[in-house]
């Protein structure tokens, strides 16, 4: 078990010594039933290692000591014993040496395989690569689903797997032209045949709940099965839902050029990102500026253009087609301020009940609608009709968020309903009790994070979530990475510090020089934006691109009076 007590190591950031320990009962169960290895590609030889065995055959120089006395005694016996192969020899145990060779093994992650096949194929997983690497043998192993190859046991493709739901394609041409190249083939959880292919299946004990029947196929070998026994449920739990907390926290930020800071036009007291990241918008009572996003603090600051804003609060702010338009609440009255049609107020609000939305556009290049939350409603404003159509949506909102469409989570009558552009979709149950939801949809995929009793969970939807240790004095703004991988954010106690899930740490941008006043974050491009107290602007990149390991600074305005 010490080359099982090594990976360990690796995966600490995955399981904790608990876990850990009861992954090892699984391995130790599964490492006797792996066939010897033997690569044809790159050779294998085998090297001498003393005697295994007794055996009826061999040279002269293996017979045992009493058949070579036996033939000074009893010569006549001997040579009849010899005639009659009766003599017993000393069997030699051999090594297999090789010089390289290569081992795949496919993973299926269908409906078929979650739960505990799941737990079964990670510790199949963790001991072929042990077997692997012992004999010095490259190995490689990917999802049925989508050919990425990895080549070691790395955090990220790990909890990829254990979070991938997806079934294989019908005729598994994503990895067929591959697995010539490799000496020995193994496919978890697929009936796939080629040669020199072992299929590895699972069979449930419908009798004993903790028992598994794992067999090993090969159209050339013996058939090999033997049954699991598995840790009771709540380590099982434990072990896939990865449930410890995440302490680890990074400052090591690198300290910001101040030296490059642009002039802001105004004091703003109104921030936002557009929608496809590429401007910073800023505004007044008055006045509206916008100005083109630096790739980097280093880049040449681009121009800021204005416009003249009638009096009144801003609510959201947009830039489509080199268009910004705003909504505003002046006179008690509901102001659009749109390029694609003549504006009119409204009245069909009320402006004491209006909740301050990061954007009331969907990201379309010409929305049809825009929305608006108030404190127990969703409201769509028909933007193209005269005068703007308004539609309300019942309920208490939970979350809110944008894409193509307008998406939020609703209360009505203590359930939890997703809503779609304005239809009701489906019914949450999972977050029935939570104090605080975020959602967002990336890649048709429902991404949730919620707090229950001052205790927050990660995950996407009907899988299993993953506590998350965010301090009970901090505000969660929501997500910020609009990929597979999962990240939320917030702000420190201390109202100057902004923090990040990221990768199963938590990360710290710089220090802001005066406490937080709005925060503007954009996920589909990664992209947080600060408003200070002494009116400084910073716009961080959190997409952690290029191996980078902390939020860049692309660019940090001030004004100066």
């Known amino acids: 078990m010490t080359a099982f007590s090594s990976l360990h190591g690796e995966l600490s950031s995955l399981f904790d010594d608990g876990q850990w320990r009861q992954l090892t009962v699984i391995l130790k169960q599964i490492q006797p039933m792996f066939p010897r290895f033997w690569s044809t590609s790159a050779g ?16 002269i120089d293996q017979l045992l000591p009493t058949e070579l006395a036996l033939a000074g005694l009893m010569p006549m016996e001997f040579l009849r014993r010899y005639n009659m192969s009766e003599l017993s020899y000393l ?33 199949f997983l963790v001991a072929l690569y042990a077997r692997s690497t012992k004999l010095g043998v490259d190995f490689t192993w990917s999802l049925l689903s989508e050919w990425n190859p990895n080549t070691g046991l790395t955090t990220d493709p790990i909890k990829h797997f254990l979070s991938n739901t997806e079934s294989i394609d019908s005729d598994g041409s994503a990895w067929q032209e591959f697995h010539q190249q490799y000496d020995e083939v193994w496919v978890f959880g697929s009936n796939l045949k080629g040669e020199g292919i072992w299929q590895v299946l699972l069979d449930e004990d419908w009798q004993h709940e903790n028992l598994m029947h794992l067999s ?24 896939l839902r990865r449930p410890q907390e995440f302490t680890r926290q990074r400052h090591d930020n690198p300290e910001p050029d101040l030296s490059r800071q642009a002039e802001l036009p105004f004091a703003p007291d109104f921030l936002q990102i557009s929608p496809r ?46 268009c910004v338009q705003d909504i505003t609440w002046r006179d008690n009255k509901l102001h659009i301020y749109h390029p694609f049609f003549i504006n009119q107020p409204t009245e069909a609000i009320d402006p004491h009940s209006i909740v301050r939305l990061k954007n009331a556009y969907p990201l379309s290049e010409k929305p049809r609608f825009i929305y608006l939350q108030s404190k127990d409603q969703m409201a769509a404003i028909a933007i193209e009709q005269e005068p703007p159509n308004i539609k309300t949506f019942p309920g208490e909102i939970v979350a809110h968020a944008l894409g193509q469409q307008s998406f939020w989570i609703s209360r009505i009558k203590g359930t939890n309903w997703l809503f779609l552009d304005g239809k009701q979709d ?7 009790d939570a104090e605080q939801v975020y959602f967002d949809i990336i890649n048709e995929r429902l991404a949730l994070a919620w707090c229950i009793a001052d205790k927050w969970f990660l995950g996407w939807e009907r ?24 990240e939320i954010l917030w702000v420190e106690a201390d109202r100057m510090t902004l923090s990040l899930f990221h990768e199963r740490q938590i990360v710290s941008f710089s220090k802001l020089p005066s406490p937080i006043r709005q925060v503007d974050v954009n996920p589909r491009r990664c992209l947080v934006t600060v408003l200070t107290e002494c009116d400084s602007v910073w716009v ?21 009076p």
């Open 91 to 123: 069997k030699r145990h051999f090594n297999p040496v090789h010089s390289g060779g290569g081992c795949l093994l496919l993973l299926n992650t269908g409906p078929r395989y979650w739960g505990n096949p799941k737990l079964i194929q990670l510790a």
């Open 540 to 560: 961080f990149d959190a997409s952690f691109k290029k191996n980078r390991d902390h939020a860049v600074i692309r660019f940090i305005g001030r004004f100066q």
């Open 216 to 239: 090993l196929h090969h159209a050339e070998r013996r058939k090999r099965t033997r049954p699991l026994i598995l840790p009771p449920p709540a380590d099982r739990l434990s072990i």
């Open 44 to 59: 294998s030889d085998f090297e001498p290692d003393g005697y295994q065995g007794i055996g009826q055959s061999g040279n």
């Open 426 to 432: 489906r019914r949450l149950i999972h977050i029935r």
């Open 463 to 486: 899988q299993s979530p993953l506590r998350i240790n965010v301090p009970p004095e901090a505000r969660v703004l929501g997500f910020v990475n609009g990929s597979s991988n999962l």
């Open 277 to 322: 990241g590429t401007r910073l918008l800023i505004a007044c009572s008055e006045k509206l500026a916008w100005i083109p996003i630096p790739n980097s603090q280093n880049d040449p600051i681009g121009r800021w253009r204005h416009r003249i804003r009638q009096n009144g609060s801003c609510l959201s702010l947009g830039y489509w087609q080199k």
